[in-house]
């Protein structure tokens, strides 16, 4: 009896856990501060009011022989598939009900899509990068090659045309960097991938906090429905972190290795997956709505306003950073070459404010520093005046 | 780029589709006929009341900034396996609600857990077999040996001594043959597996059928913990097929090949999976409650009751059969040695009764055939009916 050895190669990364050691520490020191967190990565807002009601629906339908609903469809029910794809249409990317996988979120597309391809394939991953896409594939055994996210590309890496790789990991509006790529750039993958017959895995999860003219779904670029597959997520644009809803496209047209690739994770799914609950697909659904998308846009530019405050203390600080528009994150060179752990202990310290080191995410993320507009706007406010106090002092 | 080409390998069934065309072309050509299905696997009696209240409550919580919820644990919220752990209790099993996962339904885990396995492990499955743990063995290159259930052994298969196996699936009761192993039996798996130094995978999601004095789970036998882990699932014990929820158990003494099994798998879910819905795990835990249990025990005697009409009318017409006791599933000989589809197109077209062949679940399923206990009462009875009526015009 053995174990996938390639587990043995998994690095234990215990940044979310050395975070919170340290936080927890200092507040049992120092019983009478408040501490306020930008580090979370978790939405804090309630569900809109429109999707809580159609859960609550769904979950009446079950109480009913005439309403209930056993095993869904492995792809998910055809009205929510349609919702999204004419959510699509409405920033004027074609993508077919039929081309939709409904699923219990991103991650677990982005994890076990691997399923699908051999392991004699290079992967390429941005760095810094969400530790996803590189565990799951050590799992899986595959070589992974890095592209290196810098304050020279803006966090926005781009094609090494002298570096082959099969699959490639993209995520724009980017989770740690909030760096969003415009359509040029992504061209650049685009046609990068398809000269190296490779497939682009493009995570769009926050592409609903996009507020400028950049593409909110890599199938807006020319060419990507023969090399790219999207993945999804209504855990950011709509608060169901705790709900778990995704979706997954992959046009129907997309062949590599004589294989169709819709087919393959059909195959897939129906293997190894059994369709969403039903009341969250309703759930779901409602988010697409009319009076959805009202209900959870206010949300959104809740969380927007928050990121607006912090680059803007950062722009009167004349602090480097990525991010903040387009994206929930921002993303921070720490002042005087501080290191990412140096620069957490000082605002844990004298400002009492929790963010994320960068170099958790990755070797390129050494000397930055993540905060995140999820939070409360009144303790945004508060943390972003104490920051200011704090790195005032520092430069004087 | 190329394809996992192990999926090359996967053997299409067209069981379930093949039923469908013959029965929609019969239903088609015979529109004033009543056909009956009795080849249903999923469940068709409402979620229990006090489940859709909890499921609703739940889904109120995130209505609301103070109760809302978002990432979940990945293994499952506290007092949900703390729930389940008590389940166990109650039927004099000893696990630990620090042993459980909670997870979106038994088939997600049957066909993930062999991601933190090597692909150079034999597994052994009973035949005739669920199809999952054959076709996801298959997409990760596994050589796979079958265990015969056949009459000789009442549909449920021994170990052999001579045939080395690492991974050892076993369903009990079983889906599709209804048999259901007592304690001794399990312990000659148990013990075989000590010896091969193997690991059961031990799918229970048909323990709640269970009336007769038989186990309910793998760890009711002695020496299980060192070598096996389980799968359950509310879709049948609850009625949860559209609701989606499971748990799986992993002692946390349970070690291989110098890792500890418990371990490997939670790395394994924290990267790839991102834990159940809020308000299903609500729900989940309202099954485990006192009203709980008293209701979702109302819905399960109704099938018992229908498996115990199916039963009798083949005692009556004196057919060898398995399952109708212990499970919602009747697994029966074909009368006069017709082959699987030859009873099916009989029945179909002299009872309208639907049925699975047999031999869709693997070769030792030839010449047999699956009814259910899913449907309607006043269908079951008028199913039986005609059933008894065709066979004995047959056998004068």
Known sequence: MKINRNFDNLVPN????????????????????????????????PLAPVVVEAMKKGA?????????????????????????SDYYK????????????????????????????????????????????????IMAGREIVYAASNEANGFAALPDENVKADIIYLCSPNNPTGSAYNAEQLKTWVDYALKNDAIILYDSAYEAFITEDLPRSIFAIEGARKCAIEMCSLSKTAGFTGTRCGYTVIPKELERDGHNIYATWYRRQATKFNGVSWPVQCAAAAVFSEEGQKQIKENISYYQENARIIASA???????????????????KCPNNMGSWEFFDLLLNEANVVGTPGEGFGENGAGYFRLTSFGDRENTIEAVERIKKVLTNLSK
Chains 1, 2 share one sequence.
Do not use: M
């Open 14 to 45: 215990y940044l979310f856990a050395d975070v919170a050691k340290k936080t927890n520490a200092y507040i049992a020191a120092h019983p009478d501060k408040k501490v306020i967190k930008l580090g979370i990565g978790d939405v804090t807002l």
């Open 60 to 84: 009446e339908d079950l109480a009913h022989k005439e309403t209930f609903k056993g095993y869904p469809d492995y792809e998910g029910y055809e009205f929510l598939r349609q919702a999204i």
């Open 90 to 137: 409405s920033f004027g990317v074609a993508v077919g009900a039929d081309e939709i996988f409904v699923s219990d979120g991103a991650k677990s597309d982005c994890g076990n899509i691997g399923d699908i391809f051999s392991k004699d394939n290079i992967v390429l991953v941005t760095d810094p990068v969400y530790p996803v896409y590189v565990d799951s594939n």
């Open 314 to 332: 950062l722009d009167e600080l004349g602090i480097y950073y990525t991010g903040g528009k387009n994206s929930p994150y921002i993303w921070l």
